[in-house]
């Protein structure tokens, strides 16, 4: 599991782009349905007191086209969902073009989440579908729509088994992943098995550029880049889509892209597909549905290429947002003095005692990363301190941690934290009194409250806030260590409206014809 959870299973582990992108595809029955082919652009006026972003631009003038393509349909966004997308349409025997915003295809979870999956079948890992969607849904206060929540727990396990197929095809192995790496056990929160598996990369997969953080991450891109290929999907880098067309009677009929020649007009004859990822990197987006972002430590893929495009073009023709505040997938992985982007340190992200820069212990240290984050953002500098001592080689086995949590490469690197203690990112001393003049905390409270955690773990019992005795560890062979931490930003989870069809609906309920999303671009599924 990995990222924040949502009552122990994670957002992250979702495969809900791919699920939906391709059970969607065809319960929607965009390939078989035929649509208008004249086209039109939205007229609606700017309303001075909403956001920009929420105000459309003017319609895009047919003398500024200069190149025009009739297709049958078109997939914004060349992530995950937007991969999955184009795939299964192409498959259906539909012709397809894949527009993409970025110079390469876009790939940054690490895992893919499913129920009931061929892997996850051969290991005897059985997922409750009820409960678990009954799950989703009482952790999102039932606001999601358990048409759309259900359209993933009842596809995922066989969208995986697709992709596997199409994997064992290329030379592409995808083997289990063991539940002990996916549960932790005697937390306060269930754990759900979801991960679907785990690709095994060729030669080939892991010579592509650019260079990926996991095995795994190329493999999967190597698997459906080739489909792509050799299918014929016409995939267009650095053209992003701007605008969406449609007719008087609301059908949309095609998209609008831009490259470094000037707009190219795409017509499509059964629909556009939008998968354009998140908003992480749009603030004002950020400022509007996600306000406690404003105290984060920043953006862990500041790329600026994910900056809402979908989100926008599906409002500005009217398009329903789900309400806010939107669901933010918040990591607890910010190192102050290194980039918001910087890789995961597992050592500094284990639950060893935390404090914030008064000195005090203020949560229990082993909670999900979200939960751990929204502690954080509510103490001064919305940053702590996590303290270990020289006995960490052996007290790391027993906390269980998964992901990118785990205490393994490739995040895990013994001389990573050498470098990082050299530089003074992680601080060491010999004495509590020299480690908080190095914190810059006050040092009667730092010690008073390292005296009561000591305390606690003598008793194997935390009396404080509740957290499991495994992770109840003293303070007080030397050298000591600590590392100040962060909130970052990973994804957010907020999206247009849509149905168990994936089609997108307007403020009315009502379906836009012919406008599909997909991924992080879509909504109805994590809500707040």
């Known amino acids: 599991m990995s990222s924040e959870k949502v009552g122990g299973f994670t957002r992250r582990t979702f495969i809900k782009g ?83 915003k970025g110079e390469y295809t876009g790939f940054r979870g690490m895992e893919y989440g499913a129920v009931d999956s061929r892997n996850q079948k051969q290991i005897g890992i059985s997922i409750d579908r009820d409960e678990i969607i009954n799950e989703i849904m009482r952790w999102g206060g039932y606001k999601a729509d358990q048409r759309v929540v259900s359209l993933w727990a009842d596809h995922s396990g066989a969208t995986m088994d697709w992709i596997e197929d199409m994997g064992k095809q290329l030379s592409i192995a995808a083997q289990p992943v063991a539940i002990e790496r996916q549960t932790i056990e005697g937390t306060f929160f269930k754990y759900y098995p979801t991960v679907a598996c785990e690709f095994i990369p060729n030669e080939e997969a892991m ?26 999907v016409d995939l267009r880098f650095k053209t992003p889509a701007v605008q969406l067309l449609r007719t008087d009677q609301n059908q949309v009929t095609g998209v609008i892209a831009q490259n470094d020649d000037g707009y190219i007009k795409f017509n499509t004859a059964k629909g556009v597909i939008l998968c354009t990822g998140d908003y992480a990197n749009e603030p004002e987006m950020l400022k509007t549905y996600i306000p406690s972002s404003e105290n984060i430590y920043g953006i862990t893929y500041p790329n600026k290429l994910n900056t809402g495009d979908g989100h926008k073009m599906g409002l500005w023709i009217g398009a329903a947002m ?69 006995k960490w080689p052996e007290e790391v086995e027993r906390f269980g941690y998964i992901v990118c949590k785990e205490m393994a490469p490739p995040l895990h690197i013994l001389e990573e934290i050498e470098e990082l203690i050299d530089k003074g990112i992680i601080v060491s001393a010999q004495t509590l009194d020299e480690l908080a003049g190095k914190m810059g905390v006050p040092a009667d409270t730092f010690k008073a409250t390292v005296e009561r955690y000591n305390g606690l773990a003598v008793m194997k019992k935390d009396l404080d806030f509740g957290k499991r005795s495994a992770c109840l560890t003293s303070i007080e062979t030397t050298p000591f260590y600590a590392a100040k931490l962060a909130t970052t930003l990973l994804v957010t989870l907020g999206g247009l409206q849509i149905n168990h069809k994936l089609q997108v609906l307007d403020n009315d309920g009502q379906v836009i014809p012919g406008l599909y999303a997909a991924g992080n671009t879509s909504g109805n599924f994590s809500r707040l």
């Not at 065809?26 to 105000?55: H, N, V, W, Y």
């Not at 010579?207 to 014929?232: D, G, M, S, V, W």
């Not at 102050?336 to 935390?354: A, D, E, F």
């Open 18 to 100: 791919a699920a939906l992108g391709t059970a969607g595809l065809a319960s929607a029955g965009i390939l078989t349905r035929c649509g208008p082919t004249d086209d039109g652009a939205s007229q609606s006026s700017p309303d001075a007191e909403k956001p920009a972003f929420m105000q459309p631009p003017a319609p895009i003038a047919d003398s500024d086209i200069k190149e025009t393509v009739t297709t049958d349909v078109v997939v914004c966004g060349a992530g995950m969902a937007g991969l999955c997308a184009a795939i299964a349409a192409a498959q259906g025997g539909a012709r397809v073009v894949l527009l993409e």
């Open 207 to 232: 010579a592509q550029e650019p260079k990926l953080h996991f095995p795994t991450q190329h493999a999967l891109r190597y698997i459906l880049e080739t489909n792509i290929k050799n299918l014929n």
């Open 322 to 390: 789900d309400e806010g505040p939107h669901a933010p997938m918040y990591f607890d992985q910010g190192l102050n003095g290194m980039p918001p982007g910087y890789k995961p340190v597992p050592l500094t992200r284990q639950p060893w005692l935390g404090i914030n820069v008064l000195g005090d212990r203020f949560a229990n240290e082993d909670l999900p990363y979200g939960y751990i984050s929204n502690g954080m953002l509510k103490q001064p500098e919305s940053m702590k301190w996590v303290i270990w001592d020289a």
